[in-house]
């Protein structure tokens, strides 16, 4: 039965919406079983400091840093911490709710070109606004040869659920996740409408040939896949290749997923969640010609950005899918087999941060983010 969270986020619910909150979908996908954090077991230290919502995260081979801070702001991150003045040349974001300056990414040729990727929620007419990415040249103070390689169509009047990740497959083409706008959740089953999906691009911003829906009249060729809610975490999986995501849900429904061409994630026709006012959403949690999720959090994790762990330096950890958790707060890890979940583990509860970001670093350590309006850098190693 879904543990009811109703009687502290809304008390002053009628009892008929109460008893909604026992009646949780049910299907075949594996549920969370919700382990306790385990306290203090990575030293935590902090790299950097004092910066405002910091959201995504790009280490350099050298140890150096990009980081976003979401009111906008692109900036450099020394070896020894030390912060540059936000850099020139960023576009204007709309930083307000959920939006504003998200992801970064370094391109695969980076140490030769200098280029990365950004991904914000760009402004539009009327305080419209969508989920946006470019790529640019970086210098030591700006941002150079900007050019607009994506834009979420149409823009809308909403400030929540833009998402989004840029991650590299490994042919050298771009995904970039993004969410379905909150009040617009339906369209993200409308193919004519990029809300809701995983887009599949090239680094210029064309289109793949093989991408699922292209010469069709009735879909965007940019599609890749379709159905989801808000995913703010994207990786490929070193040894396999896949794309894999997570999306927060409704109340008890965030998502792990390997998104696939073509394929419907069910979102809002099905999911594990329920509204927020305690009411269900859509037909439940199965529907032929829909697909499952690999894992589900209820209650809910409200998952950040995440990585696959490659390294040497946590034995034991190599495979394992990292992911920031903003609520309750700390960072999860997967342990996974034949793409499946096979064990879930909690960390850094102790801190009370909300962990947005989640890096692997040249050194095998792991670096996260934590999302407020002094946040901070951190790096985690094994206790001894």
Request: glycine fraction near 12%; aromatic fraction near 8%.
């Amino acid at each position: 039965m879904r543990r009811c969270r109703l009687a502290v986020l809304v008390p002053l619910l009628s009892l008929a919406l109460n008893a909604s909150c026992a009646q949780a979908p049910s299907g075949p996908a594996k549920r969370s079983p919700t382990p306790p954090t385990r306290g203090n077991t990575l030293k935590v230290e902090t790299v950097a400091s004092g910066l405002d919502h910091p959201w995504g995260l790009a280490i350099l081979a050298d140890g150096r840093m990009i980081v976003t801070e979401r009111p906008g702001r692109l900036r450099w991150v020394s070896r020894d911490g030390k912060l540059s003045e936000p850099l020139s040349g960023v576009p204007p974001v709309a930083a307000s709710g959920q939006g504003g300056l998200l992801d970064i990414t370094l391109d695969p040729a980076f140490d030769r070109n200098q280029v990365i990727y950004l991904s914000y929620s760009e402004p539009g007419d009327n305080g419209t606004a969508g989920t946006s990415a470019l790529r640019a040249r970086v210098t030591a103070t700006s941002l150079e040869d900007v050019k607009v390689i994506y834009r979420q169509e149409p823009k809308v009047n909403s400030g929540n659920h833009f998402g989004s990740r840029i991650v590299f497959a490994r042919d050298g083409s771009i995904f970039i996740t993004q969410g379905e706008r909150f009040s617009y959740s339906e369209r993200a089953q409308d193919l004519t409408w990029l809300l809701g999906k995983v887009v599949h691009i090239n680094s210029d911003g064309s289109i793949p040939k093989d991408n699922p829906f292209v010469g069709r009249t009735d879909a965007r060729a940019e599609i890749w896949s379709y159905g989801h809610r808000n995913m703010q975490g994207a990786a490929i999986d070193p040894e396999t290749g896949r794309l894999w995501t997570i999306e927060h849900g409704a109340m008890g429904g965030d998502e792990l997923n390997h998104p696939e061409p073509g394929k419907n994630y069910g979102w809002p026709i099905i999911t594990y969640g329920i509204n927020y006012n305690g009411q269900s959403i859509g037909i439940g949690a199965v529907k032929e010609g829909m697909e499952q999720p690999v894992y589900y959090w209820d209650p809910v994790i409200a998952p950040g950005g995440m990585a696959f762990y490659n390294g040497t330096r946590f034995p034991g950890w190599k495979g394992s899918i990292l992911i920031g958790s903003m609520t309750p707060g700390g960072l999860v890890r997967l342990t996974m087999k034949d793409g499946a979940v096979v064990a879930e583990e909690r960390h850094l509860g102790e801190l009370h941060e909300r962990i947005r970001d989640v890096q692997e670093g040249p050194d095998g350590l792991i670096y996260v983010t934590t999302d407020n309006n002094s946040g901070r850098i951190l790096r985690l190693s094994p206790k001894q």
